[in-house]
C-alpha cells in the first residue's frame, strides 16, 4: 500500500456528459500537467445555417440527446484509444446534452502532449470519431417549424433504435455497466446522495443547531417510500452511495427498514448512516440485520463536562453504550467523527485520540463550519486540520499519510506510524481490520470542493449541490403534484448542472446559507 500524499491527475480522467455550458476554461486547464509541452482546446460550436442534410436550413432550436451511459462508454473508449494512439499526457471530453444555443459549444476537447503535433492531432482524430461514433443525436428545429433528428454524419433518426455507424442499439447490453451521468459543469461526477431523514434531534449542540429550536411539522418530511423513490431515480443517474443523516436519524421510527429498502436498490453499493450515538445500544443489531455496511458516530468529548457544555444534553455514557453495541453487532470499520473548536475542544483530542486507537475506531476530525444555529461563528473559532495533527503528532508520534482508492471523499487519512499501516489502509477500504487510523476533514482551510461528489437531499425534500448552497430544488413537490420519475432525474441534474465551483468560505462572496446544519443533513 502506498504512504504518501498524492494527487490524482484531474484531466486524464474525463469523458463526460453536462446539461449546461461547458466551462472550456476550466476543462483547458484540468488537462495542464507538468509533462505537456502543449495544450490543445478544440470546441464545437452549434451553427445557425445547417449546409448538407437540410440545405441550408435557419435553424432556431438545437437539441442533443442520447442514450447516456452508451454515449458516456463510447466517449469514455475514444478518450482512452487517443490517449494511446497518440501519447498524450492527458485528454478531456465534455458533450453537451439538451438544448444549446446557436453559437454556443456543444463539445469540447482538451488534449495535452509533449509536442504540439501529438495534441493537435489527437483533438482531431477525436472530433472525428466523436462525430462518427457517439450516439448522441441532434434535433434542429427550423426557423420553418420543422423539427428534423440527425446523427451528426447520417441523419438516422433515433427512433430507428440503430447507431448508424456501429450497428448497436442504444439499449444493448454493452450498457450493463452504466456509466455516471450527474456530472456539473466543472466536470465532477457525482455518486454519493445524503439523505436527511428528520430535522429533530436528541441533541443541542451549539455548532449545529439553536437552542430554542422549532422541528418542521412532520407532514412537511418525506416519507420513506418518497424518500426510495427519489433514491432509486437517483441510482440510475449513477448514485452509488448513500448516507443517511439528520438531524438525529435514530429519533425517526424504523430508520432499520429504510436501510433495507436502501440496500436493495440496484446500483446502489454502499449504505452508511451517522449518528450521535445515544439511540444505538438499541438499534445497532437491527440496522446491522438490515444490510447497513458503516456506521459513523459523532463524538466531540469524552469528558462528561465539555459533552454536556457542547451538545446541552447529557448522554455520554449512552454514546459509549451505543459504540459497544455497534461493535458487538459486527459493524467493522466504525469512524467517530469530532468537530474541533478553538478555544473548546484542545483537550479532547488527545483522549479521543487513546480511546480510538484502543478500540480500533477511525477517528475523523472536522473544521467547524459556519452552519451553527445561532449564526455566531467566526473563523477565529476553526481550530485547524493542521494544528490537531501537529497535536497528535506531537503525543503519538509520527502521523503517516494512507492514499485512499476513493480519491472523492474529502477526509485526509494517516496512520500512527506505530500502527500497521497496511491495516488502516484495508480498514479505510470497508475490509475488517485492528488498527484505527486518523483523518482530517478540513472544509474550511483546505476546501476540497474540486474533488466534491456529493449531493443532498434535505428532510422536507430538498435537493441540494453544496452544504452551502443558497438554492434548493423542490423534490418533495415533484412527488407531491404527480411528477414522474423522469421529472425528479430533471430536477436532479438541474440541482446538479448549476453546481458552483467551490463554496467560497473566506471569500468577500461567501453568502452563508439560511439552514444551519440540522436542517440541512451534515
Ligand atoms: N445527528 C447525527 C450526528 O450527530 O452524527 C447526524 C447529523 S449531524 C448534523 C452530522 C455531522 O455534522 C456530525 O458529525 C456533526 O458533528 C457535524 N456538524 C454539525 N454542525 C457542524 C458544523 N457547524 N461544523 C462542522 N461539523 C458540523
Request: with cysteine; hydrophobic share 40%.
Amino acid at each position: 500500500m502506498a504512504t504518501s500524499e498524492t494527487n490524482t491527475p484531474r484531466g486524464s480522467t474525463a469523458a463526460l456528459l453536462v446539461w449546461g455550458p461547458i466551462d472550456t476554461a476550466r476543462l483547458l486547464e484540468s488537462v495542464a500537467n507538468d509533462a505537456a509541452g502543449a495544450n490543445v482546446l478544440f470546441t464545437g460550436t452549434t451553427r445557425g445555417v445547417t449546409a448538407g442534410v437540410l440545405t441550408n436550413q435557419i435553424t432556431k432550436r438545437l437539441v442533443y440527446e442520447a442514450h447516456e451511459p452508451l454515449a458516456c462508454a463510447v466517449l469514455t473508449r475514444l478518450r482512452d484509444e487517443a490517449m494511446a494512439k497518440h501519447g498524450l499526457t492527458a485528454c478531456a471530453i465534455i458533450h453537451r446534452l439538451g438544448e444549446v444555443a446557436v453559437g454556443e459549444t456543444s463539445v469540447a476537447i482538451a488534449t495535452s502532449a509533449p509536442h504540439r503535433r501529438e495534441a493537435f492531432a489527437a483533438a482531431e482524430w477525436l472530433m472525428e470519431r466523436i462525430k462518427r461514433e457517439v450516439p448522441i443525436w441532434k434535433c434542429e428545429e427550423g426557423a420553418n417549424g420543422d423539427r428534423t433528428w440527425v446523427h451528426p454524419d447520417s441523419g438516422v433518426h433515433p427512433d430507428s433504435g440503430v447507431h448508424p455507424d456501429s450497428g448497436v442499439h442504444p439499449d444493448s447490453e454493452s450498457c450493463s455497466t452504466p456509466r455516471p451521468v450527474l456530472v456539473d459543469g466543472f466536470g465532477r461526477v457525482h455518486t454519493d446522495l445524503r439523505i436527511s431523514v428528520t430535522d429533530r434531534c436528541n441533541l443541542r449542540c451549539t455548532y449545529c443547531m439553536p437552542l430554542d429550536v422549532v422541528f418542521k411539522p412532520r407532514k412537511e418530511l418525506l416519507s420513506y417510500e418518497e424518500i426510495v423513490r427519489v433514491a432509486r431515480v437517483a441510482a440510475g443517474l449513477g448514485i452509488r452511495s448513500i448516507r443517511i443523516t439528520g438531524g438525529e436519524p435514530l429519533v425517526r421510527r424504523e430508520v432499520a427498514e429504510l436501510v433495507r429498502q436502501l440496500v436493495g436498490i440496484p446500483g446502489i453499493e454502499e449504505v452508511s448512516l451517522t449518528t450521535n450515538g445515544l439511540l444505538l445500544e438499541e438499534q445497532a443489531a437491527d440496522l446491522r440485520h438490515a444490510g447497513l455496511h458503516r456506521l459513523n458516530v459523532s463524538l466531540d468529548a469524552l469528558s462528561e463536562d465539555l459533552f454536556e457544555r457542547i451538545a446541552r444534553r447529557q448522554g455520554l455514557d449512552r454514546v459509549l453504550a451505543g459504540l459497544a453495541a455497534a461493535k458487538a453487532a459486527g459493524f467493522q470499520s466504525i469512524r467517530i467523527n469530532a468537530v474541533s473548536i478553538r478555544g473548546l475542544t484542545e483537550g479532547e483530542i488527545v483522549p479521543l485520540a487513546r480511546f480510538c486507537r484502543r478500540e480500533g475506531f477511525h477517528l475523523r476530525f472536522i473544521e467547524f463550519m459556519p452552519l451553527d444555529g445561532e449564526s455566531s461563528w467566526s473563523d477565529g473559532q476553526v481550530l485547524s486540520g493542521r494544528e490537531v495533527r501537529d497535536i497528535l503528532a506531537r503525543h503519538f508520534g509520527p502521523l503517516v499519510p494512507v492514499v485512499r482508492a476513493d480519491a472523492g471523499q474529502p477526509a485526509i487519512d494517516y496512520a500512527y506510524a506505530d500502527h500497521d499501516i497496511a491495516s488502516v489502509a484495508a480498514d479505510l477500504g470497508g475490509q475488517p481490520a485492528q488498527a484505527a487510523g486518523v483523518g482530517f476533514i478540513d472544509p474550511v482551510t483546505q476546501p476540497f470542493c474540486d474533488r466534491c461528489d456529493r449531493l443532498r437531499l434535505t428532510a422536507d425534500g430538498q435537493f441540494r449541490n453544496c452544504l452551502f448552497s443558497t438554492t434548493e430544488w423542490d423534490a418533495r413537490q415533484v412527488l407531491r403534484t404527480g411528477g414522474s420519475d423522469d421529472d425528479i432525474a430533471r430536477l436532479l441534474r438541474d440541482c446538479v448542472q448549476l453546481k458552483r465551483a467551490a463554496h467560497g468560505i473566506g471569500t468577500p462572496a461567501f453568502e452563508r446559507p439560511a439552514r444551519a446544519m440540522y436542517q440541512i443533513g451534515g
